[in-house]
């Protein structure tokens, strides 16, 4: 600009023009190259923040008539998800997907392990809310009693489990599931629960025995989904069972996701590789009573014997990085909604489903990250660290 007239800095400062300068780069710019991307590889940009991240609702669509008020799937790994992890998973608003490793009786009796849970329902006439079963503590000394019989908070038969936790966060007595996350129901107030099963002819013996355990959905358990034998299986699937979701995959390009799609499919499973399941959670849960680890120094790499249910190959996996705790479950759900919560305040989204409508109208933004940036980015220049949950 000429000698006297302002910087284009102090215009812009000035406030008196709208022009805002463009950051980022779209969805469709960043996916726009043929190279590979991690998670590592780019950030998501922040927007404007006018609400609490409690406010964030997380509420997401599992299938065309499955809805999930935390979008957390437990995968169908050989020795993971079984009715324990199952249950935890559906208290917290999520799912489980019962493995296949098993015969077919041992399947379907762990879900119907799940279905069964007496916490769905609170049945027992004036049933105390919150109260502690014998298991969970000593028996009192004659004479003293856990809770004085005035201060009992109770409910008539019949109460379903959300009614039962609003009684108690009312009252400020007793622990709730999880404030703010609705377990995962289905019409008849009983948890949700997922199974796998392989595409061979004694599949459909076992997809019959599942569905008699009352599966909420069956998921289609292949590295490659896109193949006659998947999709025979989906199709017979439909034809018996009309009304069953079926999640399909795994797939990785929109070919394969077609093929699926146009047979009937209800869900796609996307992923690639001996591991596909990791995008389900599979390297941060445990079974809620596994014991801890023993100690490992910080350089170490834990590794854990793991089968891979689609093909049958046991491996040793190595996390050098993924925290593993006694119930790790219990701990990192929790930590795991409230991350996800809090990214979306940053960004601006109030919902999962505003989240998705930014990304398509290309108002979320994105910024390609160089492996500097990464380094630069992570925790560097200390000897150690620890990090903790919320």
Do not use: W
Not at 24 to 31: E, V, Y
Not at 147 to 163: F, H, S
């Amino acid at each position: 600009m000429g000698e006297g007239e302002p910087s284009m800095a102090g215009y812009l400062i000035s406030g008196d023009t709208g022009y805002v300068p463009e950051d980022g780069l779209t969805a469709q710019q960043l996916f726009a190259s043929s190279d590979g991307l991690n998670y590592n590889d780019f950030l998501i940009l922040p927007g404007f923040i006018d609400f609490t991240a409690d406010e964030v609702d997380l509420t997401s669509a599992l299938t065309r008539t499955l809805s999930l008020s935390t979008p957390l799937v437990s995968p169908p790994a050989g020795g993971s998800t079984e009715a324990e992890l199952a249950i935890a998973m559906a208290l917290m608003g999520g799912i489980g997907i019962i493995h296949h490793n098993c015969t077919p009786e041992v399947q379907a009796s762990e879900v119907r392990k799940v279905k069964q849970f007496s916490q769905g329902s609170l049945r027992t006439p004036e049933q105390p809310l919150g109260a502690p079963r014998d298991s969970d503590s000593h028996s009192p000394a004659p004479g003293q009693a856990l809770t004085k019989l005035q201060d009992l908070v109770v409910a008539l038969d019949g109460v379903t489990l959300r009614e039962a936790n609003e009684a108690l966060e009312h009252s400020k007595r007793g622990a709730r599931v999880r404030a703010g996350c609705a377990p995962s129901l289905d019409a008849g107030s009983r948890l949700l629960c997922g199974a796998a099963i392989g595409t061979r002819e004694d599949d459909k013996y076992r997809l019959d025995l599942l569905v008699q355990a009352h599966v909420d959905l069956v998921l289609l358990d292949s590295s490659q989904g896109n193949s006659r034998f998947q999709l025979g299986m989906l199709r017979y699937i439909k034809s018996r069972y009309p009304q069953l979701p079926v999640i399909g995959g795994t797939v990785v390009t929109a070919a394969q996701a077609k093929n699926l799609i146009d047979a009937g499919v209800d869900a796609l499973r996307v992923g690639t590789g001996c591991f596909t399941h990791e995008v389900m959670l599979g390297s941060l849960l445990t079974p809620p009573t596994e014991p801890p680890p023993e100690f490992l120094p910080p350089d170490a790499t834990r590794l854990s014997p793991h089968q891979d249910t689609a093909t049958g190959h046991h491996h040793s996996k190595g996390d050098p990085s993924g925290p593993i705790l006694e119930n790790s479950i219990h701990h990192f759900i929790p930590y795991l909604i409230a991350g996800i919560q809090h990214g979306c305040q940053d960004i601006g989204a109030r919902s999962l489903s505003v989240l998705r409508s930014m990304m398509y109208s290309g108002e979320l933004k994105f910024e390609r990250r160089t492996m500097a940036a990464q380094l630069e980015g992570g925790v560097h220049g200390l000897h150690s660290y620890e990090k903790r949950l919320y």
